[in-house]
C-alpha cells in the first residue's frame, strides 16, 4: 500500500494553484472541471517525483471546513507537512518570495521545521530529517 492522493482544503483553487506552483515549486498534474460551480479537481506534484503522491486542493466550500481549518490554525497545527533537503535554505528562499512563517526554522533533535502560511486558510511545514 502507498499513499496516492492527499488534499488540503484552499479558499480559492485558482490563487491556490499559482501559491503551490509559483512559491512552492511544484507542478501542475491534473486540471478538470468538475460540477457546475467552477470548482476543478486541481492536483500538484513534486517536480522530483511528477508521478508520486498527488496533493489535491481542494475547495473549502463544505461547512465542515472552515471550523476544522479555524481550529488548527488557532493551534499552529499544520494542515501538511513536506520534506525539503535543507529547511533553512527553503526558508531563506521562500521568505524571499515573501512568504510569511509563522515557525522559524526549529531543530529539534534529527529534525528541522518551519510553517508558513499557505495564504489559503492552511499551515504548512517544512521539515528537514538530519
Not at 482544503?9 to 507542478?27: K, S
Not at 488548527?72 to 501538511?80: N, Q, T
Not at 510569511?100 to 533533535?109: A, Y
Amino acid at each position: 500500500m502507498k499513499i496516492h492522493l492527499t488534499s488540503v482544503f484552499v479558499d480559492d483553487q485558482a490563487h491556490a494553484l499559482r501559491f503551490y506552483t509559483e512559491a512552492l515549486g511544484f507542478l501542475k498534474k491534473h486540471d478538470v472541471p468538475v460540477g457546475a460551480g467552477g470548482d476543478r479537481w486541481l492536483t500538484v506534484v513534486s517536480p522530483e517525483a511528477p508521478d508520486g503522491t498527488e496533493l489535491l486542493l481542494e475547495p473549502s466550500a463544505h461547512p465542515a471546513v472552515r471550523p476544522y481549518r479555524t481550529a488548527l490554525a488557532e493551534d499552529g497545527i499544520p494542515a501538511a507537512s513536506f520534506s525539503v533537503d535543507d529547511v533553512r535554505a527553503e526558508y531563506d528562499r521562500l521568505r524571499g518570495l515573501g512568504v510569511h512563517f509563522t515557525q522559524e526554522p526549529l531543530e529539534t533533535g534529527a529534525v528541522t521545521t518551519a510553517v508558513l502560511d499557505d495564504t489559503c486558510g492552511n499551515l504548512i511545514q517544512i521539515m528537514q530529517v538530519r
